[in-house]
C-alpha cells in the first residue's frame, strides 16, 4: 500500500456513497422479493466499506509505486489522442484519424525514428481498414477522402 | 462409449479444413501473444473477437480457445530468453529455464517446455472432455442459491489468490458488480444508473471494456513502466530433448499436469498459481532441490506442464457451470455470450457441436502447438527484435477499430477509452483488473440468482446454508478468502 489508496479509498469511498444514496430512490422491494435498488443499495454500502477500511489501513504510508520520468504526462496525451479520435472520426473518417492518431503517438508518445513510426502507423491503419471496413464490412465513418 | 460417440462428433467438427485452419490461427496467435509481453491472453482474446464476427460461433470459439493454451507455450520464450516472462503463467519458468540459457541450454529448456505442454495439455483436454459432462449433470440440478454460491465462490477465490491485497481485490470485483447493474434491471426492466443515455440501456457490453482494460490499458501502463527486451545469445539448437532430459522431466510432466488440471478447476486460482506450486512440488521431491534456480530442467517441465494442463481445468467451470474462473475465462464467455450461446449444463444438449468441437479441437490445437513451437522456436524468438512501441501502435489501432466494430457506434469507443484509463490507474496503483472483469461477467447472474433465492425462501438468507449444495460452496469460498491471511498469521506465530 501506498500514501495514494488514502486518496483512492476517499474517493471510491464517495463514489460507493453516491451509488447507494441513488438505490435509495429506486424500489427495494417487499419483504419478500428484492426490487431494483436492493443490489446497488447493497453494494454501495459495502463497496463504501471497503473503500473507507483501505483509507484507513494506508494511513501512515509513504511514497508512490514508481513509474518512468513523465510517465503520467504521457499517458493522459495518449489517452487525449484516443478522444480527439472519437471527435474527430466523424469529420475526417475513423481511418484517417486513427492513422493520424498513431503518427503522434509513435513519432510524438513513442519517439521512435521518423521511418518506423510512420511505416508501423501507415501499416496498422490499412491493417485496420483491410480487416475492419473491408473483410467484415463495418460501417466505418467516412472522410473527405473516402475512407 | 457415449463420450467416444461425442467426441467423434467433436473431431467431425474441428477436422474440418476451415476449423482447421482456425485451431492453426489461434494457436499461432496466441504463440506471439505468450511471446510478447504486455498482452496477455484475455487481451488477445479481447482484441481479436471483434475479428471473429461474422464467423460461425464454433470456428471462432476455436480460434479463441487456440489464443488462451497457445499463450502458454509462447510464455516461455521469454522466460528462457531473457528472463521476461510473457505470461504470469510463465514466471516460476525463468527460476531454471533462464538459468538453462545462460548455461548454453536454452533449446533443451524450450523442446522440455512444448513436450511437457503438449503431454499435460492433452491429458488436460482428456480429464476435461471426462469432468466437464458429469459436472453438468450435477449442475442441471443447481438451483439459484447454489448458481448465486458458485459466483460468489468465483469473486471470494479470485480475490483471496488473485494479488497483493485482499481488500483491493475484493473492492475491485465490487466495482465490477456495480458497474454490471447499470442498464435495465433484469427482472422489472426499470432503468438504473443510466443517466439518460441510450448506449446505456442494455448495461455496459463487455468487449470495449475487455478491451479497454488488457489492451490499451497495457499500452498506457507500458509508458510507465515500459517492457525492455533484451534477448541473450542462446544457442537453440537440441531442441529434442535427450533421453536423460526426459528421465528426469517426466514425473515433473505427470505432477505439473495433474496439479494444473486440479488447480485450474478452482475458480480464482488459474494458470499462474498452478505453475508456482507444481515449481515448488517438484523442488519438494526432487533428490537434489538444490539444482532449483540452478539449471533444472525439471524446474522448466512441471510449470510449463502446469500452465498447459491449469487453461483444460479452467475450461470445466467454463463449459460444465457457465461460471469463469479468471479474467480469460472471463472474456471467453464474453466471446460465448456475443454468439448467443450460454455455456453451462444446456450447451452439452442445446449446442454438442459447439461443446465437442471445441473439447476435440484443444487436442488438435496441442499437436500443432507442438509442431509450431518445436521447429519454430527459432523464429518466434525474431519476434522479440519488434520494437515494443511498433507493438502498442498495432494494439491502440485494433482497440479502437475493434470497440467501434461492436455496434459501429462510437460510444463504444469512449468506453474503451474510459475502463483504459480506470485499467492504467489499477495498475499503476496494485488494483488486480481480474475481479473486476469477472464480477463484471458474473454481475447478473449473481443478481439474479440472489433475488431468486430470496423470492423463494421470502426473504430469508438462511436458504444459503440449509441447502447442502450452496453451503459448500460458501465455505470453500470463505476459506479460500480467509485462508492465504489465516496461513500467513499462523506462520507468523510460529516464527516468534
Known amino acids: ?147 | 462409449m457415449e463420450i467416444l460417440g461425442q467426441l467423434g462428433l467433436g473431431f467431425s467438427v474441428a477436422l474440418t479444413p476451415q476449423n482447421l485452419a482456425f485451431a492453426f490461427a489461434g494457436a499461432l496467435v496466441g504463440t506471439m501473444v505468450g511471446i510478447l509481453p504486455g498482452i496477455g491472453p484475455a487481451a488477445g482474446i479481447a482484441l481479436l473477437l471483434p475479428v471473429t464476427f461474422g464467423l460461425p460461433p464454433v470456428s471462432s470459439l476455436i480460434m479463441l480457445a487456440g489464443i488462451y493454451y497457445g499463450a502458454m507455450y509462447g510464455g516461455t520464450l521469454t522466460s528462457v530468453l531473457i528472463n521476461t516472462p510473457g505470461e504470469s503463467a510463465s514466471v516460476a519458468t525463468t527460476f531454471d529455464g533462464y538459468q538453462m540459457a545462460l548455461q548454453g541450454r536454452a533449446g533443451a529448456a524450450l523442446g522440455i517446455a512444448a513436450i511437457g505442454s503438449f503431454i499435460a495439455g492433452t491429458l488436460g483436454v482428456v480429464a476435461l472432455m471426462l469432468a466437464a459432462p458429469t459436472l453438468a449433470d450435477v449442475a442441471v440440478l443447481f438451483g439459484p442459491p447454489e448458481y448465486f454460491a458458485l459466483a460468489t465462490l468465483g469473486l471470494l477465490t479470485i480475490a483471496g489468490l488473485g494479488g497483493s491485497s485482499a481488500t483491493k481485490a475484493l473492492l475491485a470485483a465490487v466495482a465490477g458488480l456495480a458497474l454490471a447493474t447499470i442498464g435495465a434491471d433484469p427482472m422489472t426492466g426499470s432503468k438504473r444508473f443510466t443517466f439518460n443515455i441510450l448506449e446505456l440501456s442494455d448495461g455496459l457490453e463487455f468487449l470495449p471494456v475487455a478491451v479497454g482494460l488488457f489492451g490499451i490499458a497495457e499500452v498506457f501502463a507500458n509508458l510507465a513502466t515500459p517492457v525492455r527486451l533484451a534477448p541473450i545469445r542462446a544457442s537453440l539448437s537440441g531442441l529434442v530433448p535427450t533421453w536423460q532430459d526426459w528421465i528426469v522431466s517426466r514425473g515433473a510432466i505427470l505432477r505439473g499436469g495433474l496439479i494444473g488440471f486440479v488447480i485450474g478447476v478452482l475458480p480464482g486460482a488459474g494458470a499462474t498459481i498452478a505453475s508456482f506450486v507444481a515449481y515448488g512440488v517438484e523442488r519438494r521431491v526432487s533428490k537434489h532441490p538444490e539444482r532449483f534456480g540452478q539449471g533444472a530442467i525439471e524446474g522448466v517441465a512441471a510449470p510449463e506442464s502446469a500452465n498447459n494442463a491449469a487453461t483444460a481445468g479452467a475450461m470445466v467451470p467454463l463449459l460444465a457451470l457457465g461460471i469463469p474462473g479468471s479474467s480469460t475465462t472471463a472474456v471467453l464467455l464474453g466471446a460465448f455470450v456475443l454468439y448467443g450461446l450460454r455455456p453451462g449444463p444446456l450447451l452439452l444438449t442445446e449446442h454438442p457441436d459447439v461443446f465437442w468441437g471445441l473439447i476435440a479441437s484443444m487436442y488438435v490445437g496441442n499437436v500443432m502447438l507442438l509442431f509450431l513451437n518445436l521447429p519454430g522456436a527459432p523464429l518466434f524468438a525474431s519476434v522479440l527484435r519488434l520494437p515494443y512501441s511498433v507493438i502498442a501502435a498495432g494494439i491502440l489501432g485494433i482497440s479502437i477499430a475493434g470497440a467501434y466494430s461492436l455496434q459501429n457506434n462510437l460510444f463504444d469507443v469512449w468506453v474503451a477509452l474510459a475502463f483504459g484509463v480506470l485499467g492504467y490507474l489499477m495498475k499503476r496503483f496494485d488494483y488486480p483488473a481480474a475481479p473486476l472483469v469477472l464480477a463484471l461477467v458474473l454481475g447478473p447472474l449473481l443478481e439474479m440468482s440472489l433475488r431468486q433465492s430470496l423470492t423463494i425462501s421470502h426473504g430469508s438468507l438462511a436458504i444459503f446454508v440449509t441447502r447442502t449444495g450452496s453451503a459448500a460452496l460458501l465455505a470453500v469460498g470463505l476459506i479460500a478468502l480467509a485462508g492465504p491471511a489465516l496461513f500467513s498469521l499462523i506462520r507468523r506465530s510460529r516464527n516468534t
Open chain 1, 1 to 147: 500500500m501506498t500514501r495514494a489508496d488514502v486518496a483512492i479509498g476517499g474517493v471510491v469511498a464517495v463514489v460507493f456513497g453516491v451509488m447507494a444514496w441513488q438505490a435509495t430512490r429506486m424500489a427495494y422491494g417487499t419483504e419478500f422479493a428484492p426490487g431494483p435498488g436492493f443490489m446497488p443499495l447493497w453494494l454501495g454500502v459495502i463497496g463504501a466499506f471497503l473503500a473507507l477500511a483501505l483509507a484507513v489501513r494506508a494511513r501512515g504510508t509513504t511514497g508512490l509505486p514508481p513509474a518512468e520520468p513523465r510517465a503520467e504526462p504521457r499517458v493522459a496525451l495518449s489517452a487525449l489522442g484516443i478522444v480527439v479520435v472519437a471527435m474527430a472520426a466523424p469529420v475526417t473518417g475513423l481511418v484517417l484519424a486513427l492513422a493520424a492518431y498513431l503518427v503522434f503517438f509513435t513519432l510524438v508518445i513513442e519517439r521512435l525514428r521518423l521511418r518506423v513510426g510512420l511505416a508501423s502507423s501507415a501499416g496498422t491503419a490499412v491493417l485496420v481498414y483491410l480487416v475492419f471496413e473491408r473483410f467484415l464490412n463495418v460501417p466505418f465513418p467516412v472522410g473527405p477522402l473516402g475512407f
